[in-house]
Protein backbone atom coordinates (compact mmCIF):
# COMPACT_ATOMS: atom_id res chain seq x y z
CA UNK A 1 0.00 0.00 0.00
CA UNK A 2 1.14 3.65 -0.28
CA UNK A 3 1.27 4.24 3.50
CA UNK A 4 4.55 2.56 3.70
CA UNK A 5 6.61 2.62 1.12
CA UNK A 6 8.73 5.23 -0.21
CA UNK A 7 11.25 6.24 -3.26
CA UNK A 8 13.72 5.23 -1.26
CA UNK A 9 12.22 1.77 -0.01
CA UNK A 10 11.20 1.19 -3.58
CA UNK A 11 15.28 1.37 -4.36
CA UNK A 12 16.21 -0.33 -0.82
CA UNK A 13 13.68 -3.28 -2.02
CA UNK A 14 15.30 -3.82 -5.36
CA UNK A 15 16.93 -7.61 -5.65
CA UNK A 16 14.06 -9.05 -2.82
CA UNK A 17 11.89 -10.39 -5.35
CA UNK A 18 12.39 -12.53 -8.07
CA UNK A 19 10.88 -10.15 -10.58
CA UNK A 20 9.74 -6.43 -9.78
CA UNK A 21 7.47 -4.57 -12.54
CA UNK A 22 7.75 -0.95 -11.67
CA UNK A 23 5.22 1.15 -14.05
CA UNK A 24 5.37 4.88 -13.94
CA UNK A 25 2.05 6.89 -15.01
CA UNK A 26 1.82 10.61 -15.22
CA UNK A 27 -1.72 10.94 -13.06
CA UNK A 28 -5.09 10.70 -11.32
CA UNK A 29 -6.21 12.78 -14.83
CA UNK A 30 -4.85 10.97 -17.29
CA UNK A 31 -7.81 8.35 -19.02
CA UNK A 32 -5.12 6.38 -20.58
CA UNK A 33 -3.22 5.80 -16.93
CA UNK A 34 -6.39 4.45 -15.45
CA UNK A 35 -7.03 2.07 -18.26
CA UNK A 36 -3.54 1.07 -18.08
CA UNK A 37 -2.89 0.36 -14.37
CA UNK A 38 -6.39 -1.72 -14.35
CA UNK A 39 -5.30 -3.90 -17.48
CA UNK A 40 -2.25 -4.80 -15.62
CA UNK A 41 -4.29 -5.18 -12.23
CA UNK A 42 -5.94 -8.19 -14.03
CA UNK A 43 -4.13 -11.45 -15.45
CA UNK A 44 -0.45 -9.89 -15.59
CA UNK A 45 -0.25 -8.80 -12.12
CA UNK A 46 -1.34 -12.70 -11.01
CA UNK A 47 1.53 -13.64 -13.12
CA UNK A 48 3.77 -11.58 -11.84
CA UNK A 49 2.76 -12.62 -8.52
CA UNK A 50 2.90 -16.33 -9.00
CA UNK A 51 6.54 -15.97 -10.51
CA UNK A 52 7.62 -14.27 -6.97
CA UNK A 53 7.21 -10.75 -8.23
CA UNK A 54 5.55 -7.62 -7.40
CA UNK A 55 4.16 -4.65 -8.70
CA UNK A 56 5.12 -0.77 -7.71
CA UNK A 57 3.25 2.26 -10.08
CA UNK A 58 4.43 5.02 -9.64
CA UNK A 59 3.73 8.71 -10.01
CA UNK A 60 4.73 12.40 -9.51
CA UNK A 61 1.69 13.33 -7.92
CA UNK A 62 1.35 13.19 -4.01
CA UNK A 63 0.77 10.73 -1.57
CA UNK A 64 -3.00 11.87 -1.40
CA UNK A 65 -3.61 11.63 -4.58
CA UNK A 66 -1.83 8.44 -5.34
CA UNK A 67 -3.69 6.83 -2.30
CA UNK A 68 -6.74 8.19 -4.27
CA UNK A 69 -6.05 6.48 -7.18
CA UNK A 70 -5.17 3.37 -6.02
CA UNK A 71 -8.14 3.24 -3.57
CA UNK A 72 -10.45 4.55 -7.23
CA UNK A 73 -8.95 1.79 -9.09
CA UNK A 74 -9.14 -0.61 -7.47
CA UNK A 75 -5.59 -1.84 -7.50
CA UNK A 76 -4.27 -4.65 -5.65
CA UNK A 77 -0.13 -3.71 -5.92
CA UNK A 78 1.47 -0.65 -4.35
CA UNK A 79 1.06 3.10 -5.57
CA UNK A 80 4.37 5.39 -4.67
CA UNK A 81 4.13 8.99 -4.69
CA UNK A 82 7.66 10.27 -5.77
CA UNK A 83 7.27 13.92 -5.80
CA UNK A 84 11.07 14.55 -6.08
CA UNK A 85 11.01 12.35 -9.09
CA UNK A 86 13.96 10.25 -7.36
CA UNK A 87 13.20 6.99 -8.82
CA UNK A 88 12.54 8.48 -12.26
CA UNK A 89 15.62 9.73 -12.77
CA UNK A 90 17.12 7.18 -11.39
CA UNK A 91 15.29 4.65 -14.46
CA UNK A 92 15.74 7.13 -17.03
CA UNK A 93 12.01 8.20 -17.45
CA UNK A 94 11.48 11.28 -19.19
CA UNK A 95 10.46 14.32 -17.15
CA UNK A 96 7.70 16.96 -18.14
CA UNK A 97 8.27 20.08 -16.96
CA UNK A 98 5.77 21.25 -14.20
CA UNK A 99 4.67 24.21 -16.40
CA UNK A 100 4.15 21.87 -19.20
CA UNK A 101 1.80 19.92 -17.32
CA UNK A 102 -2.15 19.70 -16.68
CA UNK A 103 -1.97 20.62 -13.18
CA UNK A 104 0.44 23.64 -14.24
CA UNK A 105 -1.42 26.01 -12.28
CA UNK A 106 -1.75 23.93 -8.76
CA UNK A 107 0.44 25.32 -5.84
CA UNK A 108 1.95 21.79 -4.93
CA UNK A 109 1.20 19.41 -7.29
CA UNK A 110 4.30 18.10 -9.68
CA UNK A 111 6.73 20.79 -7.69
CA UNK A 112 9.81 19.19 -9.70
CA UNK A 113 7.61 18.00 -13.20
CA UNK A 114 5.41 15.09 -14.00
CA UNK A 115 7.17 12.01 -14.73
CA UNK A 116 5.81 10.59 -18.13
CA UNK A 117 4.93 6.44 -18.30
CA UNK A 118 7.17 3.88 -18.68
CA UNK A 119 7.65 0.25 -17.54
CA UNK A 120 10.96 -1.35 -16.59
CA UNK A 121 11.24 -5.06 -15.24
CA UNK A 122 13.89 -6.13 -13.07
CA UNK A 123 14.94 -9.80 -11.87
CA UNK A 124 16.60 -10.93 -8.58
CA UNK A 125 19.82 -9.68 -9.81
CA UNK A 126 18.95 -6.18 -10.71
CA UNK A 127 19.36 -6.75 -14.12
CA UNK A 128 16.58 -5.11 -16.47
CA UNK A 129 14.80 -7.37 -18.01
CA UNK A 130 12.67 -5.15 -19.75
CA UNK A 131 12.49 -1.32 -20.35
CA UNK A 132 9.89 1.24 -22.26
CA UNK A 133 9.62 4.66 -21.78
CA UNK A 134 7.33 6.89 -23.51
CA UNK A 135 9.41 9.84 -25.21
CA UNK A 136 6.91 12.40 -25.69
CA UNK A 137 5.50 13.57 -29.02
CA UNK A 138 2.37 14.62 -30.70
CA UNK A 139 1.73 11.54 -32.08
CA UNK A 140 2.01 9.45 -29.03
CA UNK A 141 -0.43 12.55 -27.27
CA UNK A 142 2.53 13.74 -26.00
CA UNK A 143 2.96 10.66 -23.88
CA UNK A 144 -0.56 9.31 -22.70
CA UNK A 145 -1.10 6.45 -25.99
CA UNK A 146 1.10 3.99 -27.15
CA UNK A 147 2.05 1.73 -24.14
CA UNK A 148 2.86 -1.73 -24.52
CA UNK A 149 0.24 -4.41 -23.77
CA UNK A 150 0.54 -6.38 -20.88
CA UNK A 151 0.75 -9.44 -22.91
CA UNK A 152 3.90 -8.36 -24.85
CA UNK A 153 5.45 -7.55 -21.40
CA UNK A 154 5.09 -10.76 -20.09
CA UNK A 155 6.39 -12.92 -23.19
CA UNK A 156 9.52 -9.97 -23.14
CA UNK A 157 10.06 -11.49 -19.28
CA UNK A 158 9.17 -15.77 -19.61
CA UNK A 159 11.77 -14.90 -22.62
CA UNK A 160 14.58 -13.68 -20.75
CA UNK A 161 13.63 -16.27 -17.94
CA UNK A 162 13.93 -19.05 -20.14
CA UNK A 163 16.81 -17.85 -21.46
CA UNK A 164 15.13 -17.75 -25.39
CA UNK A 165 14.26 -14.88 -28.21
CA UNK A 166 11.42 -13.19 -27.41
CA UNK A 167 8.34 -13.43 -28.97
CA UNK A 168 7.24 -11.35 -31.56
CA UNK A 169 5.47 -8.48 -30.72
CA UNK A 170 1.79 -8.69 -31.33
CA UNK A 171 1.83 -4.79 -32.85
CA UNK A 172 -0.96 -3.51 -30.45
CA UNK A 173 -0.68 -0.87 -28.18
CA UNK A 174 -3.09 1.15 -25.05
CA UNK A 175 -3.82 3.68 -27.75
CA UNK A 176 -7.08 5.81 -28.27
CA UNK A 177 -8.92 2.71 -30.48
CA UNK A 178 -7.94 0.41 -27.52
CA UNK A 179 -9.54 2.86 -25.07
CA UNK A 180 -12.51 3.05 -26.61
CA UNK A 181 -12.88 -1.06 -27.45
CA UNK A 182 -12.11 -1.69 -23.90
CA UNK A 183 -12.64 1.52 -21.45
CA UNK A 184 -15.23 3.58 -23.04
CA UNK A 185 -15.52 5.82 -19.94
CA UNK A 186 -12.01 6.66 -20.18
CA UNK A 187 -12.27 6.98 -24.19
CA UNK A 188 -15.21 9.17 -23.41
CA UNK A 189 -13.23 11.50 -21.25
CA UNK A 190 -10.20 11.34 -23.46
CA UNK A 191 -12.36 12.45 -26.17
CA UNK A 192 -13.81 15.48 -24.03
CA UNK A 193 -10.19 16.65 -23.40
CA UNK A 194 -9.33 17.02 -27.06
CA UNK A 195 -12.46 18.82 -27.56
CA UNK A 196 -11.56 21.23 -24.74
CA UNK A 197 -8.38 21.32 -26.19
CA UNK A 198 -10.00 22.31 -29.73
CA UNK A 199 -11.90 25.17 -28.26
CA UNK A 200 -9.51 26.41 -26.54
CA UNK A 201 -6.67 26.52 -29.52
CA UNK A 202 -4.41 24.58 -27.83
Excluded at 8 to 27: E, M, N, P, W
Excluded at 70 to 92: C, E, I, K, R
Excluded at 108 to 130: C, F, H, K, W
Excluded at 136 to 161: K, M, Q, Y
Amino acid sequence: MTTSITPAAVLDGLGHSDLTVLVFYRGHWCPFCQSYLRELNGDFRSKVDGAGGRMIAITSQSTELAEQVQADWGLDFSVVSDPSNALATHFGINITPKAETPMADHPTEYPNGMSQTGVIVLNRAGDTVYRWAVDPTEVNLHGASDRPLPDDVWAAIVADRDGTDVAADSGRRLDPEFLAENYPEQFAAFEAWVASMSASGS
